[in-house]
């Protein structure tokens, strides 16, 4: 390839620029790990940039004995695979006969499920639904209201319709039923997308506050989020009882640590996952 | 294959009782959506109620528009409606041309090893929580403990109180949104990007374009119809200024330029059980975006593009 002067100048300040704009969403949280593991008369000075001064994990020793720590931990990883399990169920049930063409009604129930993404009956009565549902303090009051997802049901449902219909009529002579069909050939065919989504819903389940805000006040039930926000925003850190052992660590490396232990479960599913997701979302943005 | 019943109820209730099994698929889906979706769309019926929680939904009396009333004569109310409307179209007129102006500068790269890196560190963030990245940013700008304020100091000025200074509080907005949300949004213009036919750019090439003119003239109207449905969507969610970004980052020193629909629907409406007004407030958010989102359609029907439904 021929290059000219002008065109390596441009190479030259894109990469710049691609570099500096990576840099800035790295750079955090590098800061972030690296307050974590020092020690906090060095935190307070201020001296920590990108390395750890006073290396020690005792922030992390603290953050993971915590009780609430535990409590939240578990309610999150709970809802993540048991809420993600129910969503998927549900969404591939609805994606398969909504993909359908030939199914009498199908558009009309696919309208519905898409009117609820441009309207909502808002904050108040959804709070008073789940209340009245009696899930007010429980952990399914976190799934059960936004266990389908329309958006995620488009994608799959439009995966399922760039299935070669070849591929089922042959099942069909073998006199597969529905279900064997969606078993065996279509599921089987859309590893990439049902990936692509059940990590979408797992991310949301994971990162939701909102909701826990407005449902859960029993500290038992806070997930991990909700658990991070009030160290996050509560300044004082409240509830943080530090002993003598943990004489080393301040409210600031505790909330880093903290932070870290909510990020790194994401981050070690994020590669597995995101080979698939460009491809998953492009396939269902294409049709969208 | 299938003969749709061609009059009369008995073929076509024939015709549904053939599928009954892919109906039985869909039971669960509009179960959810019926008892957590549309039973609130009933329940925005408070909006015009005296609403009681012990006598429920259904049992209260009736007062008609007072709730409205109350709300549009409140001092709060437009301050509330001029806020969402603000920091949506501030994150709009910036935060709308990022992910463009990434994915253009991502298609551009030639070491495709690097341009991978870029995407994969540049939509990371999409996926941690607001409560995260807040705490990250909050941590950054702090006055007192802050890196960004070290560093400013360091080089002689004051420190800036980022979070509760009203001047800056929704450029902090803005930028973080733009930070968490950029990257991913890039994917779609760069899927865009790469259906535009390559021959194109060769005859570009030929002709002597350099790069930012191959940009302007071919990339630019080759994503041009991504651009425009994108667009809309946004201006059709103008009353949706970022609400669990503003619950995570907002604090009572900045409720004045920060307090949007949302976030006061539910402070006031759950903090200070004040359900009938609030649900009022609601139900104009959702009637307003709902009618700019069907003009919004209309306008990329009538321009020729292929409109959002």
């Keep these: 390839m021929i290059r000219t002067r002008s065109e390596s100048i441009f190479q030259y300040v894109n990469a710049a620029l691609l570099t500096l704009l990576s840099l800035s969403i790295i750079l955090p949280f590098i800061h972030i790990i690296a307050k974590s593991l020092s020690s906090e008369a060095y935190v307070l000075a201020k001296e920590i940039v990108f390395w750890p001064k006073g290396f020690n994990f005792l922030s992390y020793e603290y953050v993971l004995q915590n009780k609430q720590f535990y409590h939240s931990l578990t309610n999150s990883i709970f809802l993540a695979v048991v809420g993600t399990l129910i969503s998927m169920i549900i969404t591939v049930l609805a994606a398969y006969p909504l993909s359908r063409k030939h199914l009498p009604l199908s558009r009309m129930f696919m309208l519905l499920i898409i009117i609820t993404m441009f309207f909502s009956g808002g904050i108040i009565p959804t709070y008073l639904i789940v209340k009245e549902t009696g899930l007010l303090n429980s952990i399914w009051s976190l799934i059960l209201p936004v266990a389908l997802s329309p958006f995620n049901l488009i994608l799959i449902r439009n995966f399922f319709q760039a299935v070669p219909d070849s591929l089922e009529e042959s099942a069909r002579i073998d006199g597969a039923s529905n279900i064997r069909v969606l078993m065996s050939i279509y599921l089987p065919l859309s590893v990439p997308s049902i990936a692509t989504i059940s990590m979408f819903y797992a991310v949301g389940y994971w990162n939701s506050f909102f909701q826990a805000m407005m449902y859960i006040t029993e500290r038992r039930w806070m997930p991990m989020q909700m658990y991070l926000l009030q160290l996050v925003t509560d300044e004082r850190t409240a509830d943080l009882n530090i002993s003598d052992v943990f004489r080393e660590i301040t409210p600031e490396t505790i909330r880093a640590a903290a932070i870290l232990c909510a990020v790194i479960p994401i981050l070690c599913v994020y590669p597995f996952i995101q080979k698939y997701f460009v491809q998953g979302i492009m396939l269902g943005a294409e049709k969208g | ?309």
Excluded at chain 2, 74 to 85: K, M
């Design chain 2, 1 to 309: 294959m299938i003969n749709i019943g061609k009059k009369g109820s008995l073929r076509r209730g024939t015709t549904y009782l053939k599928y009954w099994d892919l109906y039985l698929m869909l039971v669960p889906a509009l179960l959810f959506i019926l008892v957590y979706k549309y039973l609130p769309m009933y329940g925005v019926v408070i909006a015009f109620k005296d609403f009681n929680i012990m006598k429920g939904i259904m049992n209260s009396p009736w007062v008609g528009l007072k709730h409205f009333q109350e709300l549009f004569t409140f001092a709060e109310f437009p301050r509330v409606i001029r806020n969402t409307v603000v920091i949506s179209l501030m994150k709009l007129a910036f935060g709308f041309p990022a992910p463009i102006l990434l994915a253009l500068m991502l298609n551009e790269m030639i070491f495709s090893r690097f341009k991978r890196l870029v995407q994969t560190v540049t939509y990371i963030p999409h996926f941690i929580s607001w409560v995260v990245v807040g705490g990250i940013v909050i941590d950054l700008l702090s006055p007192s403990s802050g890196m960004i304020n070290k560093f400013i100091e360091q080089l002689g000025f004051e420190p800036i109180f980022f979070m509760s200074d009203e001047r800056y509080f929704r450029w902090m907005l803005v930028i973080t949104d733009n930070w968490k949300e950029a990257g991913w949004g890039a994917i779609i213009y760069l899927a865009a990007l790469l259906g535009i036919n390559d021959e194109i750019f060769q005859a570009a090439k030929v002709d002597g374009a350099n790069r930012l003119r191959q940009i302007w003239h071919i990339s630019l109207p080759g994503i041009r119809s991504t651009i425009v449905i994108l667009l809309l969507l946004r201006i059709g969610n103008v009353f949706d200024a970022g609400f669990e970004q503003i619950l995570v980052m907002y604090n009572a020193t900045v409720y004045n330029v920060a307090d949007i629909i949302d976030t006061y629907v539910f402070r006031v409406g759950l903090g200070q059980m004040q359900f009938g007004l609030t649900t009022a407030a609601g139900l104009f958010k959702s009637a307003i975006g709902c009618v700019l989102l069907l003009i919004a359609n209309s306008i990329a029907r009538r321009s020729g593009e292929e409109g959002i439904f």
